[in-house]
């Protein structure tokens, strides 16, 4: 399989639910990066991680955890979420990751439509 | 603070119309502005990386540009499977972050 998958493809939950989020990259890249996208929004990114260290937090809630256990597979740990939570999230690689100084292109998997209830 | 603003926000178009989106930018130290198709429900297809001011690329019926502003991108003679959002997101600074635009919904009639 090439590119970047994420599993599941959807999820529906509920408020007291603990569940996993899941990426893997075939592209042999040394970054991966969590987002999410709301209706009518940008892109907002949630998590960096390059060559596993975490390199980025964007004030995301304690309520998402993350974890990269080799610079292939990237998790992401749902508790307690909150309805406003449900999103599409996205996951990416890239070659070189961030503070390199060169630019470094984002290829992103299909996403997981997360619904909370 | 660093911002990318995309219009117009939607468009529709007649099959052949051509027409143009545009991405302006207000950041500082730019590295690289990017270029992505995504269709309903998957992630964003990448399409380009600009990196300076002049630069051009094409892929089929697409062509980017950039300046030091502002980029388009071009669309000529579109078909209805061009229709998608498309997204710009510009690189910057020294610790590289990215930002986003919120998108133009493409719309091609056939």
């Known amino acids: 399989e090439t590119g970047v998958t994420q599993t599941p493809r959807h999820l529906v939950m509920g408020m007291t639910n603990k569940k996993s989020l899941k990426c893997e990259q075939h592209l042999g890249h040394n970054a991966m990066y969590w987002y999410k996208q709301s209706a009518k929004k940008p892109l907002e990114l949630m998590f960096v991680y390059n060559f596993k260290e975490q390199t980025e937090n964007n004030s995301v809630p304690s309520r998402f955890s993350p974890e990269c256990p080799n610079s292939s597979h990237l998790f992401l740990h749902l508790h307690t979420l909150q309805p406003e939570d449900s999103a599409l999230y996205l996951c990416a690689s890239s070659p070189q990751g961030s503070g390199g100084g060169n630019t470094d292109t984002q290829y992103f998997g299909p996403g997981t439509r997360l619904t909370v209830l | 603070e660093d911002q990318v603003t995309q219009s117009p926000e939607a468009l529709r178009l007649q099959e052949g119309e051509s027409s143009s989106l545009n991405c302006s930018y207000t950041v500082s130290g730019l590295r690289g502005l990017f270029w992505y198709r995504q269709d309903p429900g998957k992630g964003p297809e990448f399409l380009f990386t600009?990196?300076?001011a002049g630069e051009e690329k094409e892929k089929e019926r697409l062509k980017a540009t950039l300046t030091k502003k502002e980029s388009f991108l071009h669309i000529t003679a579109p078909k209805p499977e061009d229709s998608a959002t498309y997204l710009c997101a510009v690189q910057v600074g020294r610790d590289d972050k990215i930002i986003f635009g919120k998108g133009t919904r493409l719309h091609i009639l056939p």
């Open positions: 600009l990196y300076s």
